[in-house]
């Protein structure tokens, strides 16, 4: 996979759903490639790609969960196509992105972006679907139950994700669990998962974690797989 690969738009949205697992090649639960950074596939340089403002990555970014500063007001941008059922996420997000927010977040040095897309496990579905109702009501509440779905990945199904969903918002957060659950059964925020899964095509991810990453406005590299804090890092330049 090329860094302007998301110009081409290859992988459909059909493609995508259909294939689950077996569509992740290098993503979710594939091996990977190595840039000979510890990090996955991809590498760096400009390459022509379109810079943070334009489509399909920086599309509605504004409206997306993230951490951190403006993204058009910060030297960093980091943006992360995530799905709460995949276990690369799940280390992306025990590994990496604690050190992002310490090292790179916090000190207002970079701001990073979640864009959730459905490619693993049928639960991630109905688990999206939640989190767009939930951020739509509260952010923390959105970044407490996003960890939470990492952390008890194993405990989730198609039939028990909206159940512990309700269960976990109405004890650990202000949100009304109850209502989640409504708007996500009904897909009261599907705009919202459709745009980022709209994004995700156009920028032919295929796989999950897939990283994104921007200095200054201008795209630097993406990164498929394995993610690691130091190649994050080194291709911001922070």
């Given at each position: 996979m090329t860094d302007d690969s998301f110009l081409t738009?290859?992988?459909t949205r059909r493609t995508v759903l259909a294939?689950?697992?077996?569509?992740?090649?290098?993503g979710c639960l594939g091996g990977g490639g190595s840039d000979g950074s510890g990090g996955g596939s991809g590498s760096g340089g400009d390459d022509g790609a379109p810079p943070l403002a334009d489509p399909p990555v920086g599309t509605n970014l504004a409206t997306q969960p993230r951490l951190g500063p403006d993204p058009a007001e910060v030297r960093g941008v980091v943006v992360a196509f995530e799905d709460p059922s995949c276990p690369r996420c799940a280390t992306f997000e025990e590994e990496t992105v604690?050190?992002?927010r310490s090292e790179l977040v916090d000190p207002?040095?970079?701001a990073l972006v979640v864009r959730t897309v459905p490619l693993v496990y049928p639960w991630g579905e109905p688990a999206i679907q939640a989190l767009e109702a939930t951020y739509a009501r509260d952010a923390d509440a959105f970044w407490a139950l996003f960890a939470h779905y990492f952390d008890e990945q194993d405990a989730f199904d198609t039939g028990n994700v909206l159940e512990r969903t309700e269960t976990f918002l109405t004890a650990e957060t202000t949100v009304d669990g109850a209502a989640v659950v409504a708007d996500a059964e009904s897909k009261a925020y599907d705009d919202a998962v459709q745009t980022d899964l709209a994004a995700a095509e156009a920028a032919d991810v295929s796989g999950t974690?897939?990283?994104?990453?921007?200095?200054?406005?201008e795209y630097r590299t993406r990164v498929t797989g394995s993610v690691s804090f130091e190649l994050v890092r080194q291709s911001l330049g922070l």
């Open positions: 738009g290859r992988t294939g689950g697992v077996s569509a992740l090649g290098a604690p050190k992002i207002g040095d970079a974690p897939t990283v994104f990453l921007f200095r200054d406005g």
